[in-house]
């Protein structure tokens, strides 16, 4: 069973615990079901509580969720991560520019925006090819 089995389960069947293998068991992740689940802003008071509890119990997560959760179809929108990745080249070339530390200079990127960053490079001889491709990090 997958992590969207085992929410199909919890919000629309009601299966009882008692009622899978094992080997269904095996493939419960208790991690991924409160992810899925917290992404529901209905639910999030729900899974704050159940996160508490031992990830090893997994009938009793299981139960809990069934229980509480209304018998619905419901689609939890999955929320992505909006932070870029901090760009170490970039980061790197600003330190050496700046000559400070590269921790330092990943502070100051977010400051210099991208026109910032582009003015920066530009200055150092970097072609716009480049900077295009290192912006993009931004």
């Known amino acids: 069973m ?8 919890i919000t629309v069947k009601k299966t009882p615990p008692n009622d899978f293998t094992q080997e269904n068991w095996d493939d419960w992740n208790s991690y991924m079901v409160h992810r899925f689940l917290s992404m529901n ?3 999030i008071d729900i899974v704050n509580f159940v996160q508490n509890i031992n990830p090893q119990n ?5 139960t809990i969720y069934r229980e509480m959760i209304p018998k619905r179809k419901v689609w939890n929108k999955y929320i992505k991560n909006q932070n870029k990745k901090d760009s170490k080249e970039i980061a790197k070339i600003i330190a050496n520019k700046l000559s400070i530390g590269s921790d330092e200079a990943n502070s100051y990127i977010p400051m210099l925006g991208k026109e910032g ?5 530009s200055d150092l001889g970097y072609e716009k090819k ?9």
């Open 117 to 121: 960053v582009t003015e920066v490079l």
């Open 2 to 9: 997958t992590v969207f089995d085992w929410l199909n389960e």
């Open 41 to 43: 802003i209905n639910y």
């Open 58 to 62: 997994k009938k009793e997560i299981y």
């Open 130 to 138: 480049e900077i295009t491709k290192l912006i993009k990090t931004i």
